[in-house]
């Protein structure tokens, strides 16, 4: 059935259609439509849920962890000062193995409140442990929502996810999408085993003083499932695919066979990206896109082309473009833009622009010092 | 999978006696089994069997039970050694 | 309150049950020990744990073991009463109704950083029991002011004595009109131990408090913790009530001073204390003034009543 509607509620149907026992949920701009969506499908009945109106995005990550760690599955959204305000319960759903599934509207940082598309704070998180997916439309919202479930509760896996796109962008414009009856989404979904449960019959405690050691092998045995995600993400991308006639994996290559170039970008910029190219292919211009989907784990090994143009719509101060610097040493000559940030628009036409500086050996915050 | 996963276990710290200095010491021609000494031991370290007995493998000698007897019947001894 | 055709409970009769296993980590003398071992004799088996950071995160000993014989979640310092309402939604949706999530906290948790998410809670109607035992300042972390430690008590943090009061957590959670508040005090094994029944049979947020007197922190010898509770009773320092419903009650030896029984000098507690060692007779008359203030608050209540 197709379905037009904002990222917002795709995504509040996609969670909905994944069953989660538990949402805990708070408020924030430009996040709020979903879990308003999702408050309603509870109190209508037609989502068989607890619901916990939270008074924090810290405490809706506590219950979210506490829930999941009870046996739950569970679902929250948030959005910039939410996530950040959860960062530390971040860290402890990765270090725990609990398969939360977020969406996290990507939104700027204040001061000053800005409500618009920014990448920095999802990309802050980036070594809690979670999984990170990055959505360029409706469509890859929703499938990556269902898809996110099935990766994080992989037993050889059990790491939290969190599916991030665009403030405003994608969050609140409709688009077509196709969603799958949901006897399909069973079918591809099984119902959540746990790694770890608090039970009364056998009752273990999580999380008392860890001695050095045992600490740094429960981070290897993280990093060693983080690593593994790889293999499983792009397995179970397959196994979509092959379902729903879509197929996912850790990165997306257009137009890459003969490129001399190759545009990296993340989220609605890459989809801008994707007309800049068929633009520049038009023009002649051998150029391809390469969509990064997830942030992590990082697929390094997908981003091996030679001359690549990144562009960040996020800032490590004192550093550069978060992207740009996880990739400077894959290819011979790798060109970097930060742009847009705080909702600044890019088009198709700037992305051609910064092509031609990389072209003329150009880089640098576009249009602040190259345009 | 590892993570920060424990097991109940009888002496998760070890045989906490050695942190002893002095050593509770009932004398139970006094002992009236009012069972103070039991419920106030913060290490459970007092058994109810016919009478109280000292678990002195765990028994970290800090004399409450002696405090809160009422008959006076437990004596706080230094260790030997 | 008093079960079984208006016997008091006594020690004798509370149950063998330990859930709490010898060899853990608290110093020797560990208030908490004692209140988490009478707390679990009630609430029994099907209890699940909450523990955010204080010092019972470090008495469940070290990884892979633990001296807790419940499943207990640790948890981040603010977070316990966010995660309680995590584990009674899964409880509920899981089908598991006779299982009761209870979050064991200490002050600086409660009081302070723990508050915003303990009147979350408590305010969304979570079903569970709160406890709090409060030994008025961070123990775990080597003795520092908490908004629980009363005025002029030395700390790591006050080392002329802390300037203000206390704060009454207690009654800050009784203005979130939940069913159950009562506060106790290790010394009465018998009141804690059917208060914490009382609580159990309950449905929704209950509130316990159980003040705990902490030996190396309040500079006392290890032997006189239950003495130290006692006395903070007779004194009037700390208070035993319950309120159910909204009803106050006050209960044992509090509810006596109430019917007129005159409170023991508060310079008796003090001067047992090393942390009050430094104070001078004016801070002394600060502090009777402000015990006298806060039962002339207490008798108003307790007279309007009656």
Known sequence: MIIVDTANHIAALAAKMAKPHVIAAYPITPQTTIVERLAEYVEKGELNAEYIRVESEHSAMAACIAAAATGARTFTATSSHGLLLMHEMLHWAGLARLPVVMVNVNRAIGPGWNIWSDLNDSLAQRDTGWIQFYASSNQEVFDSVIQAYKIAENEEILLPAMVSYDGFILSHTSMPVEVPEQSKIDEFLPDFKPGWILDVENPITHGNIVPPEPYMEIRYSMQKAMEKAKKVIEEIGEEYGKKFGREYGLVEEYRCEDADYVIVAMAAMA?????????????????????????????????????????????????????????????????GFIAGLGGVDVSYKDIERMYELAKEGKEGWYPTEVK | MKTAISIPTEGAMGKTGTWRVFHPVIDLNKCIKCWRCWIFCPDAAIDRNEHPVIDYDYCKGCGICSNVCPVNAIEMRREEK | MVPNGGEIMAIKDLPMDEYILKGHAACPGCPATIALRITLKALGKKTILIVPACCSAVIQALHPHTAFNVPTLNIAFEASAAAASGVAAALKMLEKKDVLPVVWAGDGGSYDIGLQALSGALERGTDFIYICYNNQMYSNTGIQRSGATPYGAWTTTTWTGKKE???????????????????????????????????????????????????????????????MSKLAVETGAWVLYEVINGELKFTGYSKRILEGKERKPIEEWLKMQGRFRHLKPEDIEKIKQQLDEKWQHYKKIYGGKE
Request: proline share 7%; aromatic share 8%; charged share 30%.
């Open chain 1, 271 to 335: 989809a801008e990206a994707k007309v800049a190219v068929d633009e520049l292919r038009q023009k002649g211009e051998k150029v391809g896109l390469l969509k990064l989907r997830t942030f992590r784990p990082f697929p390094h090994e997908r981003l091996k082309h030679d001359k690549m143009i990144v562009i960040d719509r996020d800032i490590c101060p004192g550093l550069g473009g978060i992207v740009y610097n996880e990739i400077k040493g894959n290819g011979s000559e790798i060109y």
């Open chain 3, 165 to 227: 009061r206390q704060k009454e957590l207690a009654e800050i959670v009784m203005a979130h009109h939940i069913p159950y508040v009562a506060t106790a005090t290790i010394a009465y094994p018998e009141d804690l131990y059917e208060k914490m029944k009382k609580a159990k049979e309950m449905k929704g947020p209950r509130y316990i408090e159980i003040l705990s007197p902490c030996p190396p922190g309040w500079r006392f010898d290890m032997s006189k913790t239950v003495e």
